[in-house]
């Protein structure tokens, strides 16, 4: 497969960066997904000097593991968020990627919420430029406010230009805060995929219950399918929160990491896959 097959450092959320890495280079990974989401997760600053920067990745290497990619936020409604989202970029620059996921808006509300728009769309010229700038492409995820679903995600890159952005579309995000089925909606963003985020649901759509892969009730193996099957090249990324804070103790999270990432092989390996993706 061309796909690189990832973890989100969220599957270790609070635990300390170390320890975080250690454990998902043991479940058998070679690259991580990290996160500067402040004040939910910053494995690395968004002030980090290029020094600091560099002692980052030489950090993560000795774990055994590369960077595969970045989520951050890109709340363009106040001048704060402005800067964060502008320090999320060049983060993704330093690092060497080509992509940064951002959700849109601010951080936290679960509720749709179109007002977002309006200062959303004003500001972000100025960041398109800067990404465009470095080589750098903004991809929207569907977290936050004004993008929770895929047609959301479609709708706001056909609005700017696939040149420009793409979408990191997480699976269980949808249904959780847009209340959409992904196996319903996966085909509406395959033309614009840059990430796929593999994550299961549990409980009701709006509780928090995202459990290791397979265990829930989203038909996963359909979806990586067909994402394969539709040419898909970009990073998948498992992510597991579990039933939300606290975070399970380390070694349940160890083995909900290896079976998840056993799952994923074994939808990734299966000669139909293997053959659509050859395609």
Not at 271 to 279: D, E, I, K, L, R
């Given at each position: 497969m061309n796909n690189i097959l990832t973890a989100s450092t969220?599957?270790?959320?609070?635990?300390?960066?170390d320890?975080?890495?250690?454990?998902?280079?043991?479940?058998?990974?070679?690259?991580?997904?990290?996160?500067?989401l402040p004040p939910w997760a910053e494995d690395l600053s968004l002030s980090a000097t290029d020094r600091e920067i560099a002692t980052f990745v030489d950090r993560v290497a000795g774990h055994g593991l590369r960077i595969s990619s970045l989520g951050?936020?890109?709340?363009?409604?106040?001048?704060a968020g402005v800067r964060n989202a502008h320090a999320a970029l060049h983060l993704a620059v330093a690092l060497g990627l080509s992509t940064i996921g951002m959700g849109v808006g601010p951080l936290g509300p679960r509720d749709f919420d179109p007002t977002v728009a309006e200062p959303f769309y004003a500001a972000l010229p100025a960041l398109l430029k800067e990404a465009r700038k470095n080589g750098v492409k903004m991809a929207f995820e569907n977290r936050g406010p004004l993008i929770q679903t895929g047609a959301q995600a479609r709708d706001a890159?056909?609005?700017i230009g696939k040149d420009e952005v793409g979408i990191v579309y997480d699976t269980a995000n949808a249904l959780h805060f847009g209340g959409v089925r992904p196996e319903e909606e996966i085909d509406l963003v395959l033309p614009y995929l840059a990430g796929l985020h593999l994550k299961d649901k549990s409980g009701p759509p709006d509780q928090w219950n995202f459990p290791e892969l397979g265990t829930g009730y989203l038909d996963l193996r359909r979806i990586l399918s067909r994402c394969l099957g539709?040419?898909?090249?970009?990073?998948i990324t498992i992510e597991l929160?579990?039933?939300?804070?606290?975070?399970?103790?380390?070694?349940?999270?160890?083995?909900?990491?290896?079976?998840s990432r056993a799952f994923a092989m074994g939808i990734l390996s299966a000669?139909?896959?293997?053959?659509?993706?050859?395609?």
């Open positions: 969220n599957c270790y959320h609070k635990y300390p960066l320890v975080n890495l250690e454990h998902i280079a043991a479940a058998g990974f070679d690259h991580v997904e990290i996160l500067t951050g936020q890109a709340d363009l409604g106040s001048e890159v056909e609005r539709g040419g898909f090249t970009g990073p929160e579990f039933q939300g804070e606290p975070w399970p103790p380390l070694e349940d999270i160890d083995g909900a990491l290896r079976r000669p139909t896959v293997a053959g659509q993706h050859a395609n």
